[in-house]
């Protein structure tokens, strides 16, 4: 499967960037991509929809091409099993235990095996996200291309069985690409930093009309009269939904609050249903808490319960980056979310956001702000400051563009 | 016969460059402030440049704008040897070797008034990081002060960066692109001396532009 066959709205160009980080930005950007016309680059994941990683596929590749480095998007397949063992793989490698059968680590191995055989590596850069297509690169040869693992995971305390299987084949690679200093490995091979971005004109992120905001709030029954505590994110049991509803109860006892837990699958993700079905269960049926598992091309919506709500919580456990949190801080929004993953670097504990370690932690945070609403929009203030700075889909073309240049180079 | 700084033009023309950095995570995180001392005298002095002047841009958000600073007050919960990795004057330093003593010093001096926080474990480990540069060659050259400030109003952040603080890794600490080029090509150099004596340790990259600006701007008038 390749980018011809994802679905293309009509996106933005680069020029349309302009009126949000400045002219020179957009001209710097096209004087790099200058020096690497006549090459070409892959990217390759594991999901068309879904996640992360294809948000900002599905925006990056477009303008990519526009800079004169085109750009070919490819999507791994797999059977059930396979993503079964690679989600165990990405647990594991966020530290969760891990209790593989014997022949799992040989099915990951010929799943990326014929999906090798029926791709093709011509590409000058190949940029493989994440361990499900880790394999890939035995397809590398004597060519002269450059091979780049972005691992968008949080590797500071993987399961040893699983990580001593994955890392030979990520020794093989060029360089590799990390969310956090602190979630890298001491690896051989160079360790570059690499923020994950959101798109600031993507539906997800754009400006909203408030009459919009307020008909989404409504068609989900949603009351915006009162307080609504927001956590959007997949039905994941690292995302804590759980945990969020405990927070939530113990804020209810102060104040007359809402609680939106919004979300959705990936293909990639087989536990979603069940992690579901335990939300609402631990929900019990509470009018105030409204469990919304929306579908991939909600984008609007999601935008609208954002903006919308609040205050937004991103209780992960384990989190890779938690561009959520980059989402709701783009719309000013005041952010309570776990000091875990990537987070602290948007979140500044009470500079850009509040963090916390528990249910209890996190109830008492937004108590705190829901009593404090200046202080609230001072964070909401700063915090589009410092995405703007750091973490806008643009920066991420810079940080590719001067990849490959660094790569041409020779590190 | 007296001719305007404005009308003045060089004798070489300052280029631009579009300039962009990846930053490369260092293998060995620091543990402890005692591992910090060690990594500070033997780590490259890239890393020492990129941890005390890379970082300033995200100023606004951190106590401190070195990082190792940044380090001590919020993973070792070192407050006042925070403060002293903090102030020391950048200005007086004029090469990479000389600030590494200095940080080392600060470091191990603080560790013998207080040895128990050498060995202590810091919630968060810290990484040596260093940058890796990308230019090319942007815009129109300036043969005036005035040619200067419009380039300089039309760089980005990163090209801003480069021209005004990571030259000093070039220049030895001593200047910036934009007064060596005045001092040399235009032969001002008490302009040179005012632009460089900008505080931009305490600047945003967009407040360090304005006050740039604003000394360029009056010679453009004069």
């Known amino acids: 499967m390749s980018t011809t066959e994802v679905a293309k709205p009509v996106l933005p160009v680069l020029q349309d960037y302009a009126a949000i980080v400045g002219e020179p930005e957009i001209t710097e950007l096209r004087e790099l991509a200058r020096r690497l016309a006549g090459r070409h680059a892959k990217m390759v994941n594991s999901t068309a929809v879904g996640g992360g990683v294809a948000e900002i596929l599905n925006r990056l590749v477009p303008l990519m091409e526009e800079v004169n480095v085109p750009t070919r998007w490819e999507v791994i397949t797999g059977g059930e099993k396979f993503f079964h063992i690679t989600k165990a793989f990405h647990n594991a490698l966020h530290g969760a235990p891990y209790e593989g059968a014997a022949d799992w680590f040989d099915t990951f191995l010929a799943t990326n095996e014929e999906n090798r055989r029926r791709m093709q590596f011509d590409e000058d850069f190949v940029v493989i996200h994440d361990p499900q297509p880790l394999a890939l690169i035995a397809q590398r040869d004597s060519r002269p291309s450059h091979w780049v693992w972005r691992c968008h995971i949080d590797l500071s305390n993987p399961n040893e069985q699983v990580w001593d299987f994955l890392k030979p084949w990520v020794d093989r690679y060029d360089a590799s690409l990390f969310s956090s200093p602190q979630f890298t490995r001491g690896l051989r091979i160079p360790q570059y930093l690499f923020f994950p971005t ?10 909203l009309e408030a009459v919009f905001v307020r008909g989404v709030l409504e068609q989900f029954h949603v009351d915006p009269a009162r307080p609504i505590l927001t956590q ?27 609680l939106v837990l919004a979300g959705g699958s990936a293909t990639d993700d087989p536990e979603g249903a069940a992690v579901l079905r335990e939300v609402e269960e ?10 919304l598992n929306l579908p991939p091309w909600s984008h609007l919506e999601i935008n609208a319960l954002q903006r919308g709500s609040t205050i937004v919580i991103q209780k992960s456990l384990r989190e890779g980056f938690g561009l959520t949190v980059s989402e709701a801080l783009w719309k ?52 589009h400051q410092h995405v703007k700075e750091h973490f806008l889909l643009t920066q991420n073309l810079r940080r590719y563009l001067t990849l490959f240049l660094v790569l041409l180079e020779g590190d | 016969m007296t001719v305007s700084l404005e009308a003045k033009r060089a004798e070489q023309p300052f280029q631009f460059m579009a300039a962009s950095y990846l930053i490369r995570i260092g293998a060995q995180p620091v543990q402890t402030l005692g591992e910090l001392a060690n990594s500070l005298q033997i780590g490259p002095r890239e890393s020492i440049f990129y941890h005390t002047f890379q970082s300033l841009e995200a100023h606004h958000y951190t106590s401190f704008s070195s990082d190792f600073a940044q380090w001590a007050l919020t993973a070792c919960n070192e407050a006042a040897l925070a403060e002293k990795l903090a102030i020391v004057d950048l200005r007086e330093i004029v090469s990479l070797e000389d600030l590494r003593g200095i940080l080392v010093q600060i470091v ?5 008034e207080h040895p128990q926080a050498a060995e202590r474990r810091a919630f968060e480990a810290f990484y040596f990081c260093e940058a890796r540069e990308v230019t090319v060659p942007s815009g129109s050259p300036a043969w005036t002060l005035a040619e ?11 090209s801003l960066h480069y021209h005004f603080i990571n030259s000093r890794l070039r220049l030895q600490l001593k200047t910036n692109d934009f007064s060596y080029w005045i001092e ?8 040179a001396a005012r632009l460089n004596r900008i505080d931009f340790y305490n600047d945003t ?3 360090l532009r304005q006050d740039i600006l604003a000394i360029l701007e009056p010679q453009e008038g004069r």
Not at chain 1, 198 to 207: H, M, Q, S, V, Y
Not at chain 1, 339 to 348: D, E, K, N, R
């Open chain 1, 198 to 207: 959101i798109d600031p004109l993507a539906d997800k992120n754009r400006e």
């Open chain 1, 232 to 258: 959007i994110s997949r039905f994941d049991r690292l995302k804590d939904p759980v945990g969020v509803i405990r927070a939530y109860r113990l804020v209810k006892r102060y104040e007359d609050c809402q």
């Open chain 1, 282 to 291: 631990a929900a019990g049926g509470d009018p105030d808490i409204h469990i």
């Open chain 1, 332 to 383: 000013k929004k005041p952010v309570v979310a776990s000091a875990v993953g990537g987070i602290p670097s948007q979140v500044i504990h009470k500079l850009t956001g509040m963090l916390v370690h528990s249910p209890e932690g996190t109830a008492y945070q937004i108590r705190f702000l829901l009593a404090n609403p200046s202080f609230a929009k001072a964070l909401g203030e700063n915090g």
């Open chain 2, 108 to 112: 191990r001096d603080y560790l013998k």
């Open chain 2, 148 to 158: 200067l400030a419009e380039g300089i109003r039309h760089l980005g952040h990163q």
């Open chain 2, 184 to 191: 040399h090509s235009l032969n001002h150099p008490w302009l």
């Open chain 2, 205 to 207: 990259l967009d407040d």
